[in-house]
């Protein structure tokens, strides 16, 4: 049964830092890897999808990659801001399933 | 932007009674997903939907779950007696394809009394 944890689980940094959430999953057989953002009380946005053929994805300030064989993802912000502060959840596509597993998620404060 | 659409965006009902939660999915996209979250907890997988029927269904999904598209246009989740652990904000999803990026709708926050 797939497992998606993510480390840290809270995460407060001063603004103007670069930093790394990090995501495992435990069944390598995947289709894609989703990052989110999710903020309080409000939906998912989707920030980066990467291809289980994919290491890497960037979008902006965002930079996604992929370990498939080690079970892992990270996901780096560049030059943080205020307005990144929210919940960042992956989510791991298997091929054997038709569904989205989610991690724990990352709450992320930048600090002005 | 297309987006994903839901509504009520906020539901409150008494125990034993049925709601219906509403999403109109991205126009060209073909899979149709459910998915809950309750307070605190992660985002769970309920339902997803294909070519007019269930392809995948989570063991929460029983008897009292129903989805529907009844137009070509909305997709609908039906819970017929509605319990106070069904307290939870529900989101709806749609892809193009099933290995492509699951778009999101903005939830619909539903409170069981």
């Known amino acids: 049964k797939q497992e998606v944890t993510q480390i840290p689980a809270a995460l407060s940094v001063p603004e103007g830092e670069n930093l790394v959430l990090n995501c495992s999953f435990t069944?390598?057989?995947?289709?894609?890897l989703q990052w989110f953002r999710q903020d309080p009380g409000k939906g998912l946005t989707s920030l980066l999808l990467?291809?289980?053929?994919?290491r890497e994805q960037t979008s902006g300030r965002l930079n996604a990659s992929l370990d498939k064989s080690s079970g892992r993802s990270t996901l780096y912000i560049a030059a943080s801001q205020p307005g990144d502060s929210a919940t960042y959840l992956c989510?791991?596509?298997?091929?054997?399933?038709?569904?989205?597993?989610f991690g724990t998620g990352t709450l992320l404060a930048v600090q002005p | 932007e297309p987006e994903v659409t839901q509504t009520p965006s906020h539901q409150v009902t008494q125990m034993g009674q049925e709601v219906i939660l509403r999403c109109v999915p991205i126009?060209?996209?073909?899979?149709f997903y459910w998915y809950r979250q309750i307070l605190g907890q992660k985002v769970e997988f309920l339902v997803s939907?294909?070519?007019?029927?269930?392809?995948?269904k989570s063991e929460i999904f029983d008897d009292q779950f129903s989805v529907e598209r009844p137009d070509g246009s909305n997709f609908t989740l039906k819970i017929r007696s509605t319990k106070l652990e069904d307290s939870a904000m529900y989101f709806c999803?749609?892809?193009?394809?099933?290995?492509?990026?699951?778009?999101f709708g903005p939830g619909t926050r539903l409170l069981v009394l």
């Open positions: 999803a749609s892809s193009a394809n099933d290995v492509l990026t699951q778009y």
């Open positions: 069944d390598s057989a995947i289709y894609n």
């Open positions: 990467i291809q289980s053929s994919q």
């Open positions: 989510a791991v596509y298997g091929g054997a399933t038709n569904k989205l597993i």
């Open positions: 126009s060209n996209h073909l899979y």
């Open positions: 939907f294909y070519n007019n029927e269930i392809s995948e």
